[in-house]
């Protein structure tokens, strides 16, 4: 434990030089060459699982709402994205580079892009995947754009190669701050992985190249072959420490603390299901002891789609619940970052159980999935909820309950993970009004600006391709179609 901490706050006082904006996906020519595995590996892991936008997915699918100034993330006001995860894949490339032939840490470097590239291209859409990153060995700073269909097999085969690296590991890595150097569960992470890209791809079950339900059960039938995660220990969870850079992001946070109320959708859900996360994630509204409101009575969110002003309105009244500054901006370590958690595993096998992909017990990994979260948020009675919330026989109705539960995992916690599923499920329900510049929730971030100048002809090539009129946020990605 003395090296993982060390580890960290070496990650606090590491420079690391950025590429020019022309090079945003190559390898970056003025980093140090001369750099060991283990010294860039806590960087990469860090940067890879920590909660890279800790608030912003609240907002666009309803879980927190913004009062007193505009938020473009609630509005829908997208513009423009940067592709910081280049930035992250650009290390990861260093340190694959820096392992020579040591295989641990090549299979490492695979989920890791594999997980990079999985966020990138479902942000975007078509993004540089074969041709990126080459930089000064290929001299290709003009990247063709790959196709989501392309780039998804192609991470799936990555994340395959790291599978049969880690088979019979031949070396200890150092700067494993995810796993301590336990290669068994970097493998673990690797299946795993699998069957969350699987379970996101659900609207191509008829596309013969992706064999879905074939790929999913052949993991989950064969544990030797394919291990997955067991049990919470497994999972991939990236702890905060009270050093500069490595604290927990929503630590004093201003405007999550003085301008953040909890959204009407999440809130409703909570009371509905009587669900006692809902007491970690939100605060009693301010008049609810005046008004003799106490438990799940004491809450109530705000709805988004109305206009800021009114929004704001309702906020200073002291009937709204405000998001629980004590655990999300008070605490400079707060809860770790679940990059990908064992609740979030259970889920996805319970819902590829109720589509028919693997003969498993859905209630039984629905049942698995809450009780690790309860235990996530140090929460008794699991099983007292769990048998006042049974997962259904009917299968329409399961499966939203099994969109309800990873809607509650999300909050706060796992990226733009559940505005992905959101596109895929069409849970939860999001009306848009007043309070937003658009008639639906955007589909996908713009490219960066400069890829029109960099790169525009495989800029225009690739929108042309997906059948985008323009590069716009409301169109609709292969993904989702």
């Not at 003969?359 to 996530?376: D, K, L």
């Amino acid at each position: 434990m003395m090296n993982k901490k060390i580890i960290y706050l070496a990650i606090s006082v590491m420079i690391m030089l950025t590429a020019c904006k022309q090079e945003k996906y190559n390898k970056d020519p003025n980093r140090p060459t001369e750099v060991g595995a283990q010294a860039i590996l806590p960087n990469v892991i860090f940067n890879s699982f920590k909660n890279r936008y800790p608030w912003q997915p609240g907002l666009t699918v309803r879980q927190a709402t913004a009062t007193s100034d505009r938020q473009a993330f609630q509005t829908y006001e997208w513009a423009n994205g940067d592709w910081a995860e280049f930035n992250v894949l650009r290390d990861v490339t260093k340190m694959m580079e820096s392992a020579g032939n040591t295989k641990e840490y090549i299979a490492i470097g695979k989920i890791l892009r594999a997980h990079n590239f999985f966020f990138l291209s479902r942000m975007y859409g078509a993004i540089p995947y074969k041709e990126a990153l080459g930089g000064q060995q290929s001299n290709n700073y003009q990247p063709r754009y790959d196709s989501q269909k392309e780039v998804m097999l192609g991470i799936l085969g990555e994340l395959e190669e790291a599978n049969q690296l880690l088979v019979n590991p031949n070396s200890t890595i150092s700067g494993d701050i995810l796993y301590n150097g336990d290669l068994k569960k970097w493998r673990k992470l690797a299946n795993a992985y699998k069957l969350r890209i699987l379970l996101m791809l659900s609207k191509k079950e008829s596309d013969a190249d992706l064999q879905l339900a074939k790929r999913f059960n052949e993991i989950i039938s064969n544990p030797a072959q394919y291990p997955i995660f067991e049990s919470d220990a497994d999972e991939a969870k990236m702890s905060y420490r009270d050093n500069e850079n490595i604290r927990y992001p929503l630590y004093s946070d201003f405007n999550v603390r003085n301008k953040r109320f909890m959204g009407k959708t999440l809130v409703d859900l909570l009371k509905q299901l009587k669900d006692p996360r809902l007491f970690y994630y939100a605060t009693p509204f301010s008049n609810a002891e005046a008004q003799g409101k106490t438990g799940f009575d004491a809450y109530e969110g705000i709805d988004a789609s109305q206009s800021l002003t009114a929004a704001t309105q309702l906020a200073s009244t002291g009937n709204y619940s405000r998001v629980n500054s004590r655990n999300y901006t008070e605490n400079p370590v707060g809860k770790p970052s679940l990059g990908f958690s064992y609740s979030e595993l259970m889920l996805a096998i319970a819902e590829a159980a109720e589509r028919g992909w693997t003969p498993a017990n859905p209630s039984a990994f629905y049942a698995n999935a809450i009780q690790s979260s309860f235990r996530f948020y140090d929460l008794l009675d699991a099983d007292v909820y769990i048998a006042a919330n049974p997962l259904s026989t009917i299968k329409q109705t399961a499966l939203d309950q099994i969109y309800a539960q990873r809607y509650i995992l999300f909050n706060a916690q796992a990226d733009f993970e559940l505005f992905f599923h959101y596109h895929r499920t069409a849970f939860p329900v999001i009306v848009c009004g007043q309070g937003q510049a658009t008639t639906v929730v955007p589909f996908r971030m713009q490219y960066p600006t400069d890829e029109q100048t960099v790169n525009g002809s495989n800029y225009k090539n690739a929108l042309k391709e997906q059948g985008f009129s323009g590069d716009n946020i409301l169109m609709k990605p292969w993904l989702y179609q």
